[in-house]
């Protein structure tokens, strides 16, 4: 027992001494650059690893301190840091985490940075606060609408569809040669969002956001085509809404698309690797047909990681040079590759695949734009459009009428200064 | 017929047909319980199409390849070298600083000792949330945040109701004739403590070592908030964060996972399982 | 050995300290949070009672209570029956006992995300091994959307729970059979009390402790309910399995609105002392000595 116990006060002090090494953010008299990242080293998202070794290689005057920190903690755990001035010198953004920090003036502004110019137009939502830059969007991510073409040929479909109508019927034909049509697993709430995020791209007209934020507009009208074509899935008995609240997005629905059971699945450019990798027959990713006869299919990007600088840096000189070597065309090309996103340079081109094509053409048409959910000032507002969506799903029903007016009332117009 | 045994009145002769199939169905119903545990055993060996294509099959071929790929994901081994630094250390603190506060109250019992004893007992009925929000913003204070000793301090306080309850009603139930013997002897309280009644409280000891260890091995709440970063990671956040926040996880990686964050409490209460049902029902009456 | 004051106090000392600063410390701070508008890091200003208000009036906040309170009842209710059921199958098997009291015990051994995630794929309702099983013998009405349908989810969470926890139970309720003196059942014996009757007249009363012992632990568990709903639904569908907690962590560490979440946890907080005051003095005064 006495022996148990030297070896538990012994394992008490190694505890004490090893919560030492394990706080970061002391940079003390040498060059370290503290950098907070969702994307993990150790299991080299988006290829960061790489990323990170290149830029140890080309500045080894700085020594990088590279930190994961679990994306749903962001606030949780930078915020108190923040206040406390031990926030890291550079920190993963995207718009909600980049103006909850910027309102408390915890962010330096980047306006006169070199790669401001070379960001394309219409991010600017997405890297401004107050007129001011605040951060470099690294990444624009399309999701679209995942189809099986083997599927689609077995049926005697051979072109994927491009309007709502056709969608239709698409749906009808795989219906009755038997072949399961559009998975929507909406466990959670979030494939349902995502579906009503690419009918918004077609049918909530550019200019509504800010108009709601302003108080001048509501999701009664705008948004009844996106729960009316909710409707028509289930009314038609193309879609179980009840089962679709049962089903996971990703560990029941992705190993059934990737085995080949269904014919469409709406997901993000991020799972093309993944589901190329598995998938025994040929599969695209589409552009969301969701507008009338004659119209093109649109989708939307999800603006996903970009980077920003503590206005306390201790090391602010050596997060400038990293965020320039981040947008440095080669070192973007790295990161877009490893997440089939999109570019956000004007000079940095889109990385190609011929998956892809379809949605890649729509992006040049102009056809694929930011999310309406990241776009509102809300910092719940991708929450509240979950909760939202998924009253069309428990009560199929209504009238379009009760999901806008509940969504009026769970989405707050707020103003930014 | 009336035998003096227990057990033997419970042996009824004249029913044993029905006996053997109560016995039976006894022996199922257990097995019937222990079914998902099998079932995530046996799905864990599974690729996924193999399990999507027959959800209750065996595997064919076994998949032993789905642990490498998620051992590493799972960063498993820094895990649990989290896992079990941050559970040692808060028993040891909870042990030492608990038995000690126990013994003097149950052997000082004055009104100011009851008083402290309500105190700490009144711990027990406070839910986790009461607490978190301000020892969330007391840990940023003392730039605890992220660090082992934060997790550590706050598991040794929640802890210690239990251990107090615990020692306290043990020192009751035997006597302090050792205690005094060793006074007689020239022993001063330190002496006395360390030599003779910590070792007597071996027991009550194992019983809080146990208890401690598993509740911090299933907690999830603490993790989430005071061990956030890579390099801290328990166990239970390490399976949550990759299972839970990943944007596709595929059946192959949930099992091995799973597997992977139940095995250390399973080994260990198959290990200790005498001690853990004698702590379960202490108090009660007899294991 | 005879310890002075400033030796007990000296005793005492390490874990009062221990216990004070990151126990009663906090409770008494949250106490305070609970009546400002604090936010985040930012220190909050004192707002009297309106968090409070806000709690009472918030629809959010009164299906977390409902949600909260149906679940405890089920989860207490059925874990007890069971656990109750199951420990008297056990006592009537000497020999068999050991290997059910393991083999029960070994859920409420495993890690809660464990637990969780295999009972989210058991309940998926195309490919989960539970519909699977009731289509192949026929049930297929049966067979639902156990976590996507908002009238099964909260009690599909329940089962999960009382699977976990009956073992336990049932565990405190057999030590509780076992020592029942022999002399007793003799006496039973002798008065012609069998099956129900001498559970009813005999056993029941004499459980009291053990029962004591489980109600208390199963309701102050279930109250808090947090990281199966966290893990298995993230309290959806809709709001249909946001427990208490639940909006108490989203309130404070997803929104960073401390004050109201404080004020909610406050809420909880006496919730569990009186319904833990009631279930104390009630059943301890059925509790009888032998």
Request: proline fraction near 6%; charged fraction near 15%.
């Amino acid at each position: 027992m006495r022996r148990i116990a030297l070896a538990a006060v012994l394992a008490a002090g190694i505890a004490v001494t090893a919560s030492g090494c394990a706080s970061t953010g002391d940079g003390g008299d040498e060059n370290v650059l503290t950098v907070v990242s969702w994307k993990s080293e150790d299991t080299n998202d988006a290829d960061m690893k790489t990323i990170n070794d290149l830029f140890r290689k080309e500045h080894p005057e700085i020594k990088l301190e590279y930190t994961w920190v679990d994306n749903p903690d962001w606030l949780t755990y930078n915020n108190p840091r923040f206040a406390a001035g031990t926030a890291a010198d550079v920190l993963m953004l995207d718009r909600v985490k980049m103006i909850a920090f910027a309102s408390q003036g915890f962010l330096a502004d980047l306006s006169d940075q070199p790669w401001v110019d070379r960001q394309m137009d219409d991010l600017t939502p997405f890297n401004q606060y107050d007129g001011k830059t605040y951060q470099f969007n690294a990444e624009n991510i399309p999701l679209g609408l995942y189809a099986n073409m083997d599927l689609l040929a077995q049926a005697g479909i051979d072109e994927v569809p491009q309007t709502w109508p056709e969608f239709i019927d698409a749906l009808e034909t795989l219906k009755a040669a038997g072949i399961p049509g559009f998975s929507v697993p909406n466990k959670g709430g979030w494939m349902g969002e995502q579906i009503a995020l690419e009918l918004a791209a077609t049918h909530v007209p550019a200019g509504w956001v800010e108009d709601y934020d302003a108080g001048d507009a509501s999701f009664t009208g705008t948004w009844d085509p996106v729960v009316d074509a909710f409707k028509e899935l289930f009314a038609k008995d193309l879609v179980d809404p009840a089962l679709s609240l049962g089903l996971d997005p990703n560990v029941d629905a992705m190993p059934e698309f990737q085995a080949g059971k269904w014919a469409f699945m709406v997901q993000g450019a991020w799972s093309l690797t993944n589901i190329l990798e598995n998938a025994q027959f040929e599969v695209t990713l589409n552009a969301f047909p969701g507008g009338p006869a004659g119209s093109e299919p649109k989708a939307f990007n999800f603006v996903g990681s970009g980077w920003g600088i503590n206005a306390a840096a201790k090391n602010p000189d050596a997060a400038r040079t990293y965020l320039d070597f981040l947008a440095s065309p080669e070192i973007a090309t790295i990161f877009l590759e490893a997440e089939a996103g999109f570019s956000t340079l004007k000079d940095v081109p889109s990385p190609s695949n011929e998956a892809s094509k379809p949605i890649e053409d729509s992006f040049a048409a102009g056809n694929v734009t930011p999310s309406v959910a990241q776009m509102l000032n809300d910092p719940d507002a991708e929450f509240d459009l979950i909760k939202g969506v998924e009253n069309i799903f428990l009560n199929p029903t209504a009238p379009a009428s009760d999901t806008t007016s509940l969504l009026n009332s769970l989405v707050e117009p707020t103003q930014l200064k | 017929m009336v035998t003096t045994s227990a057990s033997g009145l419970r042996r009824r002769p004249r029913v044993r047909p029905l006996r053997l199939v109560s016995g039976i169905l006894l022996v199922i119903v257990t097995l019937i319980i222990l079914l998902p545990v099998f079932y995530m055993l046996v799905s864990s060996v599974r690729t996924t199409a193999d399990l999507g294509e027959n959800p209750l099959g065996f595997p064919d071929p076994i998949a032993w390849g789905n642990y490498g790929d998620v051992f590493a994901s799972l960063d498993y081994g820094r895990a649990i070298f989290n896992t079990a630094l941050v559970a040692l250390s808060s028993v040891a603190l909870v042990v030492v600083t608990g038995s000690a506060a126990g013994w003097a109250i149950a052997r000082h019992i004055r009104g100011w000792t009851k008083a402290t004893y309500r105190l700490f007992i009144a711990g027990l009925t406070i839910p986790v949330f009461v607490l978190t929000t301000p020892l969330y913003l007391l840990m940023h204070t003392l730039h605890l945040l992220d660090t082992y000793l934060a997790a550590i301090l706050v598991y040794a306080s929640f802890n210690l109701p239990f251990a107090i309850l615990f020692y306290v009603s043990f020192l009751r139930s035997i006597p302090q004739e050792l205690e005094d013997a060793a006074a007689i002897d020239g022993c001063g309280p330190l002496k006395t403590f360390w030599h003779v009644v910590f070792p007597l409280l071996r027991p009550a000891t194992a019983t809080i070592a146990i208890f401690v260890t598993l509740s911090i091995w299933n907690d999830v709440v603490v993790p989430l908030l005071f061990l956030t970063s890579g390099g801290v990671r328990t166990v239970t956040l390490s399976v949550f964060q990759f299972v839970g926040t990943q944007n596709s996880i595929a059946a192959a990686q949930l099992f091995p996972a799973v597997v992977l964050a139940a095995a250390p409490l399973i080994v260990l209460f198959i290990i200790f399982q005498r001690q853990i049902i004698g702590g379960i029902t202490a108090g009660i009456g007899k294991s | 050995m005879r310890l002075t004051r400033p030796t007990a106090l000296l005793f005492i000392a390490p874990a009062l300290i221990l216990f004070i600063l990151f126990t009663v410390y906090p409770a008494v701070s949250g106490l305070w949070l609970s009546f400002t508008d604090a936010r985040g890091a930012l220190a909050g200003d004192f707002i009297g009672i309106e968090n409070y208000v806000k709690a009472f009036t918030d629809p959010k906040a009164a299906a977390a209570l409902q949600n909260t309170i149906v679940f405890t009842v089920i989860s207490v209710v059925l874990q007890n029956a069971l656990a109750l059921a199951l420990a008297r199958w056990m006592y009537s098997h000497t020999r068999l006992q050991g290997f059910a009291r393991v083999g029960t015990l070994v859920p409420a051994m495993m890690a809660t995300v464990a637990v969780a995630y295999i009972w989210s794929y058991i309940y998926s309702p195309i490919t989960g091994p539970l519909n699977t099983l009731l289509r192949a013998v026929g049930l297929d009405g049966a067979a639902k959307i156990w976590l996507g349908d908002p009238t099964t989810a909260l009690a599909a969470i329940a089962v999960v729970n009382v699977w976990m926890f009956t073992g336990y139970a049932a565990t405190i309720y057999l030590s509780g059979f076992l020592s029942i003196p022999s002399t007793i059942f003799e006496a039973a014996a002798i008065d012609g009390a069998r099956g129900w009757k001498l559970f009813r007249s005999v056993e029941w009363p004499l459980l009291a402790p053990a029962f004591t012992v489980n109600l208390t632990l199963s309701t102050i568990g279930a109250l808090r309910v947090f990281d199966l709903i966290l893990l298995m639904t993230k309290g959806g569908p809709g709001f249909s399995t946001e427990s208490i907690s639940y909006v108490i962590f989203n309130e404070s560490f997803g929104k960073l609105n401390y004050g109201y979440g404080s004020s909610l946890a406050v809420i909880l907080l006496i919730l569990t002392v009186i319904v833990s005051f009631i279930l104390t003095t009630v059943l301890r005064r059925r509790e009888v000595e032998w």
